[in-house]
């Protein structure tokens, strides 16, 4: 069992950068390959990025590629979520996951057997 606990979300104007981090805990850390989703009212769980158990390989949604950085502390058993150039479209609730593998699985969240409990994200235009 690993369980996930998300925080940095908050208020911020479009334009405004927001850095969420994603602490985990319980079995090996090392052992998956994590993630970020979002989703928003109204919407379906979008994947964000991904990133694998070393952090030597990341993966990025198309439309977000070059805003978003994705990262990871194994030391501290930590992942975080570089966000920058925020649009109220990236208004959501954030969620960090871990994958079933230890190499990034496919962009969809039935790969992903933890998630934590989220953190919002609001950006005001």
């Known amino acids: 069992q690993v369980q996930l606990s998300e925080s940095g979300g908050g208020l911020v104007q479009a334009g405004g950068s927001l850095r969420l981090s994603c602490a985990a805990s319980g079995r090996i850390f090392s052992n998956y390959a994590m993630g970020w989703f979002r989703q928003a009212p109204g919407k379906e769980r979008e994947f964000v990025a991904a990133?694998?158990?070393?952090?030597?390989?990341?993966y990025y949604a198309d439309s977000l590629k070059g805003r978003f950085t994705i990262s990871r502390d194994n030391a501290k058993n930590m992942v975080y979520l570089q966000m920058n150039s925020l649009k109220p479209e990236d208004t959501a609730v954030y969620y960090c996951?871990?994958?079933?593998?230890?190499?990034?699985?496919?962009?969809?969240?039935?790969?992903?057997?933890?998630r934590g409990q989220g953190t919002q994200v609001t950006v005001s235009s």
């Open positions: 990133i694998s158990w070393s952090g030597g390989s990341t």
């Open positions: 996951a871990a994958a079933s593998t230890k190499v990034i699985p496919p962009p969809n969240s039935s790969y992903y057997i933890y």
